[in-house]
């Protein structure tokens, strides 16, 4: 049946609509999808190329130059080398294991080496340079170079290590650095992604740890465009880092270098300083060992014998170990005695070779005794019952408190390794630390420095120091940083009197170049150079022995401190001889050796030694000459 016009004319008009719709629609959605694909391709085109890139190129980190260490005369010794080491970026790598097992049929790794390549990869972000082998020669370099194509995302490179070209010499005050490690994470402030890269060296102990941040500098990046299998095509760009800071110190290399050699074959500690600045002009600890082996990681086997050795490499003994300080302490004893009062220089104290204190006998060194004693006979020959009566009319809290004034008993601010404060004990320390009373014959045994009295090398060179000069001189081992020069320990008047202070130095002149002073076979007969000094022995144990018939470890410490020149002090030196036996025979040829070689600045000439000693000292600076020239360290490297 055929439709009215009317409805065909309502249906044409609904058709129309419909398609306006439609097509509406449409037009919106291509002009929508016109505007979208403008908006990505025109206004988001420098994202999505970013993201394309990302698949193409890396940005990987540049670890920073570690700064320099020169000694006082702008001589290195800690520096940087190249290092060739071969690196894996996991995520480019992909089957890790795979190309481990083809790199190690080009480079020959150990078992732990390989352990720990895997160990760093599976610990390291995707996207990190991985060391896998460090330190290869330039063989294992081009096979690898070579056969790059199978080893996706493996690159060998050219990196720098660090080297102590002076090996054992700066040991324990330059220290070494090593890989970092989880312990390291709580003393180091630096950027995780730096401190990721496995196998990153930080300082680990002395100089080297304590300007770990000056030292290390900040990382630079590079980008590299790499391919579908990981491999390196080209290097973009790069941004270099900011190099670590170098670090001047106040050791003289020469003298340094003497002086280990010179207490090579015990175990002993010496210190030189400056009587007017403060500067440690050498701070040895012997036995020494070798920084080098510690950068890379020590080994098992090498670690173990430093730790069995019985002279205990390990240790800063000049400022870390502590000892009692034994007969170099009597003249804190008699300064605080001056001081208060309670004694004067002339009056005299007899000695029949012990004294009776609350029913105990405290001997005198001399079993027969030394007589009617003054001040100066008493430092000069050592009487030691002197000061057990010093003791009883000073009190220990006067000879703590001077103890103090001269340099022991405190922690001086050095960036070193677990410097040791020593103790000065007083009464108030006894009762809190050993929850007992402080007896009289503590006083007396602390009077000569045993007992509970404890002190470091270093604390007995600042001790001499101060003593010399009557200023509160401070040890400084930093000279500069950066070119900008320290403040020094030349320190202010410590308000001692000057008279009683000459009193001590010339009871010290004695010891060396008196017939009847302790130290008179070590003695200096150059007249510019005449030294000052005391010695000291320090009882390890309670009975009285003839050190030569116990065991090594049950010895006596040998000490020895002195300043020189007498007229006008220059430097004073501290030397402890762990269970030498007497100071005399042990440490003070010693000193007097570091004392003439630091005042000469080189081999001094026999006519400064004592006649008697000349044949034997010129076979020694022989010895000590070739001792001291090594394939590492004989020539100048020069800032």
């Excluded at 300043?563 to 007097?592: L, N, Q, T």
């Amino acid at each position: 049946m055929r439709r009215p016009g009317r409805d065909s004319a309502q249906s044409q008009r609904l058709i129309t609509r419909r398609g306006l719709i439609v097509g509406g629609a449409q037009a919106l959605f291509m002009g929508g999808l016109a505007l979208r694909m403008r908006y990505m391709q025109v206004e988001q085109a420098d994202e999505f190329r970013l993201l394309a890139d990302e698949n193409r190129i890396s940005i990987r980190l540049l670890p920073p130059t570690r700064g320099r260490i020169f000694d006082r005369n702008g001589v290195t010794v800690a520096e940087n080398v190249p290092s060739y080491r071969i690196t894996m970026v996991p995520e480019e790598a992909g089957d890790v294991d795979n190309v481990i097992a083809r790199l190690a049929q080009l480079v020959e790794l150990t078992p732990e080496e390989l352990e720990r390549a895997k160990r760093d990869l599976s610990e390291a972000r995707g996207d990190t340079a991985v060391t896998v082998a460090d330190r290869v020669s330039w063989d294992d370099i081009s096979r690898v170079a070579v056969n790059t194509p199978a080893l996706p995302g493996v690159a060998p490179e050219v990196g720098l290590s660090r080297r102590y070209p002076r090996i054992g010499d700066y040991a324990h005050i330059v220290g070494y650095v090593g890989p970092y490690s989880e312990r390291d994470r709580t003393r180091i402030d630096a950027p995780e992604q730096l401190l990721r890269i496995p196998r990153f060296q930080v300082g680990k102990f002395g100089i080297e740890a304590a300007y770990e941040n000056a030292l290390r500098g900040k990382a630079g990046t590079k980008r590299v465009e790499v391919n579908v299998r990981g491999h390196v095509m080209r290097e973009l760009e790069r941004q270099e880092g900011q190099p670590g800071t170098d670090v001047q110190l106040t050791i003289d290399s020469d003298l340094q270098s003497y002086i280990s050699a010179r207490l090579a074959g015990e175990s002993a500690a010496a210190t030189v300083m400056d009587c007017d600045t403060g500067d440690l002009l050498a701070c040895v600890s012997s036995p020494t060992f070798d920084p080098n082996l510690f950068v890379r990681g020590i080994s098992v086997p090498n670690y173990r014998e430093l730790l069995e050795n019985k002279y205990r490499p390990l240790p800063n003994k000049a400022v870390q170990g502590v000892y009692p300080p034994g007969s170099t302490f009597k003249m804190v004893t008699v300064l605080a005695a001056l001081e208060a009062g309670t004694i004067d220089p002339e009056e005299t104290i007899y000695c029949p070779g012990h004294l009776e204190v609350a029913g105990r006998r405290f001997h005198c060194w001399k079993r027969a005794g030394h007589g009617n004693v003054d001040m100066h006979r008493s430092l000069r020959e050592s009487c030691d019952v002197y000061y057990y009566e010093l003791a009883l009319r000073t009190g220990i809290e006067n000879i703590s408190a001077m103890a103090e004034r001269l340099g022991l008993g405190i922690k001086h601010d050095l960036p070193l390794t677990s410097v040791a404060a020593g103790l000065a004990p007083t009464k108030d320390w006894k009762r809190r630390v050993r929850d007992a009373e402080w007896v009289i014959g503590d006083s007396v045994n602390a009077a000569i420095g045993q007992g509970d009295v404890l002190a470091s090398p270093l604390q007995l060179a600042v001790m001499a120091a101060r003593l010399a000069t009557g200023r509160s001189v401070a040890p400084r081992v930093i000279r500069s940083i950066d070119g900008v020069e320290s403040p020094t320990g030349h320190g202010d008047d410590m308000g001692l009197n000057e008279n009683n202070l000459r009193h001590i130095r010339q009871a010290m002149y004695a010891v060396s170049n008196s017939r009847r002073g302790t130290a008179y076979s070590s003695r200096i007969i150059e007249d510019a150079f005449r030294m000052a000094g005391k010695t000291g022995t320090s009882q390890v144990r309670s009975a009285v022995v003839d050190n030569n018939s116990v065991p090594w470890e049950q010895r006596d410490h040998a000490l020895f401190v002195n300043f020189a020149p007498f007229d006008a002090p220059k430097i004073a030196v501290s030397v402890v001889v762990e269970h030498g036996g007497g100071g005399s025979r042990a440490a003070a040829p010693i000193a007097r050796d570091i004392t003439l070689q630091a005042l000469y600045g080189e081999d001094p000439p026999l006519s400064a030694y004592p006649s008697k000693d000349r044949r034997r000292i010129q076979s020694q600076q022989e010895e000590l000459r070739r001792a001291r020239t090594r394939p590492n360290d004989g020539r100048s490297d020069r800032a």
